[in-house]
């Protein structure tokens, strides 16, 4: 057509090269984001979403299934920021949120000095994330059944302090003693296991306690009164020369109409050990010292053919029981302790 001509468009090629040469040399140092590992923890499937944490983004990404007319369907994403250096991701027990471990970073050119963080994230995005200060680079996350417990531990590797945790109310929002740090007594051990023992009635109250696992011993926290002395219960078996490590513990509540059975048992149990060690809760309604126990435990050794291989409590004829489940040799046994 008259007017245009191509050749008033040849020189426009090398111009927009050097105007990108130009940008790119004006750029100056690499971004730090690019330097960093594209580590990616999930996927972690949530109520109604799938979540990933994206380490080099630095931040929670989910994708949610949206159902439209005539049947289809499409996805909306959703990304929400975190802390440095992401280890953990978790879910509540319920899986209607995220929760995200980080290790915060010491700081350096460029970057301020972070600490370690727990991150409690709506899927959706819409409310606010609760961030919970830690302190401390804990590798591992255990949950309460109920989901309003949250604790970070040591599980292994290398630990500033291995018998160090950190207990957080995840139904309340961080505040001075949310979550609070607790350094557990050692033994020559370390937490190999947590476990809730929810709703368990002592007495006329119930509690809420968290028991750690240990080689030869457990210990009982009263997770309502973390300013209480911790209890700790030292295991021995009739074997001498066996190391008992806790494996597994299961209750029995008791009856609180009863003013004798009204105390709930824990029975544990632990491999290569033919024995069961049966906690009894005892009510100490007038502790001699402020921050000691309401309650007091005691042990009893239980012997068994063989170590029981699971045990669980069913309510007999005449009130609760203990049925364990060993090998003798090549024949499969049951015992059932009153």
């Known amino acids: 057509m008259p007017g245009l001509r191509t050749k008033n468009r040849e020189p426009r090629t090398p111009l927009l090269l050097l105007v990108s040469l130009c940008l790119l040399a004006g750029c100056g140092e690499r971004e730090e984001i690019f330097s960093r590992s594209r580590h990616v923890l999930g996927p972690l499937p949530l109520a109604g979403h799938v979540a990933w944490v994206d380490a080099a983004r630095e931040d929670l990404g989910t994708v949610e299934p949206m159902a439209s007319s005539g049947g289809r369907f499409s996805f909306r994403v959703a990304r929400q920021p ?6 953990l ?13 980080t290790h915060g970073t010491a700081g350096g050119s460029g970057f ?3 600490d370690e963080r727990l991150y409690l994230l709506d899927p959706t995005g ?8 830690l302190r401390s680079p804990f590798d591992a996350l255990s949950l309460s059944d109920d989901g309003r417990w949250g604790i970070a531990w040591f599980a292994g590797g290398v630990a500033v302090n291995p018998n160090e945790i950190a207990v957080a109310r995840l139904d ?6 949310n979550p609070v740090l607790l350094p557990l007594r050692s033994y020559g051990s370390r937490p190999m296991e947590i476990r809730y023992l929810s709703d368990l009635t002592i007495g006329a109250r119930e509690r809420q306690i968290a028991l750690f696992f240990s080689e030869r011993y457990v210990t009982f926290l009263d997770l309502e009164n973390l300013d209480h002395r911790l209890t700790t219960v030292f295991l021995s078996a009739r074997d001498e020369a066996a190391i008992v490590r806790p494996l597994d513990a299961v209750v029995a509540v008791g009856d609180a109409t009863d003013a004798e059975g009204a105390e709930p048992y824990v029975f544990l149990r632990a491999p290569t050990v033919s024995d069961v060690f049966a906690v009894n809760l005892k009510d100490n309604p007038s502790p001699a010292e402020a921050d000691q126990n309401d309650f007091t435990p005691s042990v009893n050794v239980i012997p068994v053919p063989s170590a029981p291989d699971d045990f669980a409590v069913f ?5 609760p029981s203990l049925l364990a489940v060993h090998t003798a040799g090549s024949v499969s046994a ?5």
């Open 112 to 114: 301020d000095e972070e």
């Open 89 to 101: 991701l978790g879910a509540t027990t319920d899986r209607s949120r995220a929760l995200v471990l």
């Open 172 to 177: 309340e929002d961080p505040a001075e003693d």
């Open 334 to 338: 049951v015992t059932v302790i009153d």
């Open 315 to 319: 309510e007999g004829a005449g009130g």
């Open 82 to 87: 975190i802390g440095r250096n992401p280890v």
């Open 126 to 133: 819409e409310q606010d994330a609760r961030v919970y200060p």
